[in-house]
């Protein structure tokens, strides 16, 4: 398998506009999760899902922020409009099981200029 | 929510020495697994310690967990230059939501 996959690995945009973040995990995994780490916060817990179903967006930090996961094997994190306060590292984990170990992508660097 | 806090914050050593960091949580636990980063790359699973397990091994590495302290240790044996990274605790809570909740870390510098 070739691991939790994100696109793009970078991405440089201006203020104001939409960015859209992709995620495939790891088939035959249940849940998927997406992070935000910065400096300021470290690595925080945005939204995860079960079976494509969101169990728990209570990170989302406002509603510029969405999150979808239309099948098992994709989702995105959209944030429409972008802020520079977005800049972040965005990853994508997922795990088979509740509670086991996370399997985490390499990340998007996000940059809004 | 179930959240790790890691103890320190920031370590230094000399290669072949051992790193040990250590793991606060404030509830009851199913599992706690610890995670390395290293700079610039996404987080990888070290080990998983279930709640009934005291001490557990994986090549250099060894993880204790003291339930009635609620707290766990990371000692990397022999450390390495490419060691270097931060490394965090997750603890999985009791209802064994699937969640996770990562603290600050510890960032473990190893010099050559």
């Known amino acids: 398998d070739a691991g939790v996959i994100q696109s793009p690995r970078h991405e440089v945009t201006e203020m104001g506009q939409e960015v859209t973040l992709r995620c495939k995990p790891i088939s035959g995994h249940d849940y998927l999760f997406w992070y935000r780490q910065t400096m300021m916060r470290g690595l925080e817990l945005l939204i995860y899902?079960?079976?494509?179903?969101?169990?728990?967006d209570s990170g989302m930090p406002e509603d510029r922020f969405s999150a979808k996961m239309p099948n098992a094997s994709f989702s995105t994190l959209k944030i429409q409009p972008s802020e520079p306060r977005d800049s972040a590292v965005y990853f994508c984990?997922?795990?088979?099981?509740?509670?086991?170990?996370?399997?985490f992508g390499p990340g998007t660097r996000l940059t809004v200029l | 929510s179930q959240q790790g806090e890691e103890d320190p914050q920031a370590l230094s050593i000399q290669e072949g020495e051992n790193a040990t960091m250590n793991c606060s949580y404030k509830t009851s636990i199913n599992n706690l697994q610890w995670y390395r980063q290293n700079s610039g790359r996404g987080l990888v699973h070290l080990i998983l310690i279930r709640s009934n397990e005291r001490e557990k091994h994986s090549g250099r590495l060894r993880v204790t967990l003291d339930t009635s302290k609620k707290s766990s240790s990371l000692l990397i044996t022999a450390s390495r230059a490419a060691d270097t990274a931060s490394y965090f605790c997750?603890?999985?809570?009791?209802?064994?939501?699937?969640?996770?909740?990562f603290g600050q870390g510890t960032t473990l510098q190893v010099k050559p």
């Open positions: 997750a603890p999985v809570g009791s209802s064994n939501t699937g969640k996770l909740i």
């Open positions: 984990a997922s795990s088979g099981l509740a509670g086991s170990e996370q399997f």
């Open positions: 899902f079960n079976n494509n179903v969101p169990i728990d």
